[in-house]
């Protein structure tokens, strides 16, 4: 079975502030997607990054850089400088299957405090 | 084309009611899903279609509930008899996939809040 665990409910922090989002996930899978998506409250879901299963290469995009290792089964994202308009619940995703179907966390909530 | 639109936003019903639900993805994506989110819950997949061809669908969604993308253009989700257990917000999403291959990622819409009372 898969699964994705989202350990952290909720994150307070005060603007400026680094945080790192966790994930851990579960698959039995040797090739699968891991995926991180924002919601905001407006409520769609936008995408943020995809990885694969054969890329363990972190990467950095301005504030934000995502942190995959499979020895961990974890796929963390950390906004630096964390600004107000971070503040949103976001969702990491995991799929391994050619169907695309997308198995979320729980999400985490951010606030970012001014 | 301005990415995935769903209508209505908001949906109001009384128990027992039917009601339906549009999407329509981005125009040259083949694969559109339906995942049903509730309060402090990430999504959790209903069903997918590639073109108009309905492959998955998954346990949650019970007999009371029926999806269509006829000419696998738009999708339409009805819910028949609703029940206040299916209050939530209905997220449709987007995404081109070749044969065989991986798709890119999934794109959402604002979803439909549904509240049945």
């Known amino acids: 079975a898969q699964k994705v665990t989202q350990a952290q409910t909720e994150i307070s922090v005060v603007e400026k502030e680094d945080v790192t989002l966790d994930c851990v996930y579960e698959t039995r899978d040797t090739t699968y997607y891991l995926f991180w998506y924002k919601q905001p409250p407006s409520g769609e879901l936008v995408f943020l990054i995809r990885r694969n299963s054969f890329d363990e290469q972190n990467e950095i995009s301005g504030r934000y850089s995502w942190n995959f290792q499979k020895s961990t089964s974890s796929f963390n994202f950390t906004i630096t400088a964390s600004q107000v308009v971070d503040s949103a619940v976001y969702f990491c995703a995991l799929t391994s299957s050619n169907t695309g179907k997308l198995i979320f966390g729980q999400g985490t909530t951010l606030q970012v405090k001014p | 084309d301005t990415g995935v639109s769903q209508n209505p936003r908001h949906k109001i019903t009384k128990r027992g009611q039917n009601v339906t639900f549009r999407c329509d993805p981005i125009?040259?994506?083949?694969?559109l899903y339906w995942y049903r989110q509730t309060l402090g819950q990430g999504p959790e997949f209903l069903t997918y279609f590639q073109n108009e061809a309905q492959l998955e669908k998954s346990r949650l969604l019970s007999d009371r509930f029926s999806a269509e993308r006829p000419k696998g253009s738009f999708s339409t989700l009805e819910i028949q008899r609703t029940e206040q257990g299916d209050s939530a917000m209905y997220l449709c999403?987007?995404?081109?996939?070749?044969?065989?291959?991986?798709?890119?990622?999934?794109?959402f819409g604002q979803g439909t809040r549904l509240t049945v009372v």
């Open positions: 999403a987007s995404s081109l996939a070749g044969t065989g291959a991986m798709n890119t990622e999934a794109f």
């Open positions: 125009s040259e994506h083949n694969r």
